[in-house]
């Protein structure tokens, strides 16, 4: 099946851990991008790639990292340093020429 | 002021009614504007993709930009309980949000049977 693979869909992290979310997609599509979300809120952007081997910092970037290896995969790394984690994180990829983003079905991070 | 407002509700209608869902914003750099339905525990799926001012209809679904009042809105005809979801809207400046979204909270939706 064609589309944007999330995984695990839940997951837990102790004190002090990193923990890694992985998003693998099979559109071929150059550009992907991590968001949060908070209940009630709307998604927050982490960090983006449009390239392998690159990719920037978005709006709330502290106590995560990103690495862009392959372009099916786009893992996001929670450090220790993230003093709130808990939330629910999204994977979106787009093609080029403008096109919209389209969602995984995220990962539900929470805390032991 | 943030960027992007909208309304968390939640919105209550009965099946068969016109729903109207709005966001404004404050960025007049936002040309690109979105409407996702999030259904719970899952990922947001696009609905409407349209660029600057105008209109775009998509089956029952209706969007509109007014970029001088900087206001944009869904319109869901003859509205169905599978349209209850949260419907966020999203902006940017650049096609596809390539260097990222911007996000209202989202609007609850519940369709009445």
């Known amino acids: 099946d064609g589309g944007i693979t999330q995984s695990p869909k839940y997951l837990f992290r102790k004190e002090g851990q990193n923990v890694t979310l992985s998003c693998e997609q099979n559109l071929n599509h150059d550009a992907m991008y991590w968001y949060r979300q908070d209940p009630g809120q709307g998604l927050r952007l982490i960090y983006y790639?449009?390239?392998?081997?690159?990719?920037q910092k978005g709006d709330i970037a502290e106590g995560y990292s990103v690495s862009r290896e392959k372009k099916e995969s786009f893992p996001l790394t929670v450090t220790s340093a993230q003093k709130n984690p808990t939330a629910f994180y999204l994977c979106?990829?787009?093609?080029?020429?403008?096109?919209?983003?389209?969602f995984g079905d995220g990962t539900r991070l929470s805390i032991l | 002021q943030k960027e992007v407002e909208q309304d968390p509700g939640p919105l209550s209608v009965p099946e068969g009614a016109i729903v109207s869902l709005n966001c404004t914003y404050s960025?007049?750099?936002?040309?690109?504007f979105m409407w996702y339905r999030q259904y719970s525990r899952k990922g947001p799926e696009l609905l409407m993709y349209t660029y600057s001012s105008g209109n775009k209809e998509d089956g029952r679904f209706t969007a509109q930009v007014d970029k001088s009042s900087k206001y944009i809105s869904l319109f869901i005809r003859d509205s169905q309980p599978s349209d209850s979801a949260t419907y966020l809207c999203?902006?940017?400046?650049?096609?596809?949000?390539?260097?990222?979204?911007?996000f209202g909270k989202g609007t609850h939706l519940i369709i009445q049977p």
């Open positions: 979106a990829t787009a093609g080029t020429g403008g096109q919209p983003q389209h």
């Open positions: 790639s449009q390239i392998v081997n690159d990719f």
């Open positions: 960025n007049s750099a936002f040309q690109y």
């Open positions: 999203a902006m940017s400046a650049r096609g596809g949000g390539a260097d990222g979204l911007t």
